[in-house]
């Protein structure tokens, strides 16, 4: 872990000691788990926190699915190191989310670059979980087993920032 100095208030503010985490990444699902690929080439979640807000930054990539199997329903992604949202902030509803808490791109190829990435939009589950979505004109559909699934080459990188509990 590293520590970096991050000003707070502007011009003449005090400077915050923040330390950056990280973690590999917790994936879950509505029914069955998935299982990550046998070597995914980035399995990464870095995340801080400044006066309780967290930000995180969750970045995967795998070349190909070998090792990986797709689990079943959507996948949930986990806030890192036990962390929870603050549920006075936003009600989390698993049956029809609606709050975003972040961001990113989602491709079922490892090239961030190429035709196959998405706009992905991160939902808020629960206070510990959050699936990804993926936009692609006026469709959206959440990563599952059936639509960017463990078991396929992959890469996605999404951005989030929640108050905490």
């Known amino acids: 872990m590293a520590n970096y100095y991050v000003s707070i208030g502007g011009s003449g503010g005090g400077a915050e000691d923040v330390t950056i985490s990280s973690e590999a990444i917790t994936i879950d699902a509505v029914t069955t788990a998935p299982t990550k690929a046998t070597s995914p080439e980035v399995d990464l979640v870095k995340w801080f926190i400044i006066n309780n807000v967290l930000h995180a930054t969750y970045n995967y990539r795998q070349s190909s699915g070998t090792g ?61 979980e959050f699936k990804i979505c993926r936009h692609v004109s006026s469709q959206t559909a959440i990563m599952s087993n059936s639509l960017f699934g463990m078991n396929i080459a992959l890469n996605f990188s999404v951005n989030i920032i929640v108050p905490l509990a």
């Open 68 to 128: 990986g199997s797709a689990g079943s329903g959507h996948y949930l992604f986990s806030l890192p190191d036990g962390l929870e949202v603050s549920s006075s902030w936003a009600t989390p509803d698993a049956t029809r989310p609606r709050v975003t808490i972040g961001s990113g791109f989602i491709s079922n190829n490892d090239d961030a670059l190429n035709s196959a990435s998405n706009i992905a939009r991160c939902i808020l589950h629960s206070t510990t």
